[in-house]
Each structure stands twice: as C-alpha cells, then as structure tokens.
T-cell receptor, first 113, second 111 residues
C-alpha cells in the first residue's frame, strides 16, 4: 500500500530557531500534499496545500512567512517553521492523495522551548 | 463556510456495548466522506463513503451516509478496549483534494 513518511518524528528546539520537517511519499508520486497541525485533544487543522512545482496554498489564518512550504519533487514536501516559538509546539502531520484515498504520514511532534 | 461537526465529543462505554458516532456536514462541493481512527499518531483510514444509503462494513465497524440529510454515522458493535481512540470524520471537497475534518469523537472503552 501507499506509504508516507515524515522526518523527524520528534524534534525539540530553542525559541527563535527554524525547524524543517520532511514529508515523503515512498512508493507513489504525489503532485499534491497537505500539511495539518494538531493540538492536544483537538482535530486536524489543515494548514496548507502543497503543490509540486508551484506555490503552496495556505488556509486562512496561517502565516505563509512563518510556515514555509516547498514541494520540490513529486515525492517530497517540506515544511519549515521559521523563528519557532513555544506556541508553535504542536503535532504536524502531512498527507498525500493516491487514487481517492488520503495517506497520512506518522506525524512530527515539535516542542519549542 | 464549510464545516464538519461530530458528536458526541467524548464517549465512555463498557466492553461489549454498541456505539454510534455521528458526523454532520455543510460543505459546498461534497465529494466524499471519510472516517478515520486516530490512536497515538496519525489517523488510519476506516471508510470512504460517496453514495447515500450504502452501508460499508469492516468487521465490527460499519458506516452509512445520508447525502440528503448531510450526515453519516459510524457504528461499532461489541466494542473492545482496543477500539479506544479518537474517531475523525472528514469531508473531501470536490475538485480540490482538500479535506475538512470534524472535531473528532474520543471513545474510551472500559474493560
């Protein structure tokens, strides 16, 4: 079946630093990937749609300069949290669509101290 | 504004009970409705529903969609402690691959 991986699975960083999270579709090509954020005990919130070879589409209220998305190839999208602050601490999940099914990565837990 | 609402928010039952989880939606361009189970990490896919009235079944889980009344239910019979999880409902917006998630129902099954 289709597999989506994320790296790292867990990261702790200091306030003010930037963190890059990778999302890869391992055995299929994904022209579109999605980035979600999830706070504890809350649902997934779509942050942005990542399109291969073009700019990402951000949801209302999501700062595009803070959450940089790059979809450089058909199998890789990256989310960079720039100048991270403690309020950015969250669980970030990516997904990719294949044949009408959404496949999720395992998620990345970001903790900003 | 497109939205997906799940109820109840939280549910505690005993093993062997049957539960029904609800998902209602208001989405302009509906394509499909999906149910996911989320334990500790990312959600895992359960069902995708596109047509009204056709029940999808997988073991003790089943789900059905009503496109007229704009809701879906997820039934779990003979619940087990391993069913404890958050169950998420999501609606796919036609032509976009965009999914709108509900708030989730947190189910806890006691032994």
């Amino acid at each position: 079946g289709a597999v989506v991986s994320q790296h790292p699975s867990w990261v702790i960083c200091k306030s003010g630093t930037s963190v890059k999270i990778e999302c890869r579709s391992l055995d299929f090509q994904a022209t579109t990937m999605f980035w979600y954020r999830q706070f504890p005990k809350q649902s997934l919130m779509l942050m942005a749609t990542s399109n291969e070879g073009s700019k990402a589409t951000y949801e209302q209220g999501v700062e595009k300069d803070k959450f940089l998305i790059n979809h450089a190839s058909l199998t890789l999208s990256t989310l960079t949290v720039t100048s991270a602050h403690p309020e950015d601490s969250s669980f970030y999940i990516c997904s990719a669509s294949l044949a009408d099914t959404q496949y999720f990565g395992p998620g990345t837990r970001l903790t900003v101290l | 504004e497109d939205k997906v609402v799940q109820s109840p928010l939280s549910l505690v039952v005993h093993e062997g009970d049957t539960v029904t989880l609800n998902c209602s939606y208001e989405v302009t361009n509906f394509r499909s409705l999906l149910w996911y189970k989320q334990e500790k990490k990312a959600p895992t896919f359960l069902f995708m529903l596109t047509s009204s009235g056709i029940e999808k079944k997988s073991g003790r889980l089943s789900s059905i969609l009503d496109k007229k009344e704009l809701f879906s239910i997820l039934n779990i019979t003979a619940t087990q402690t391993g069913d404890s999880a958050v169950y998420l409902c999501a609606v796919e917006v036609s032509g976009t691959y965009k999914y709108i998630f509900g708030t989730g129902t947190r189910l806890k099954v006691l032994a």
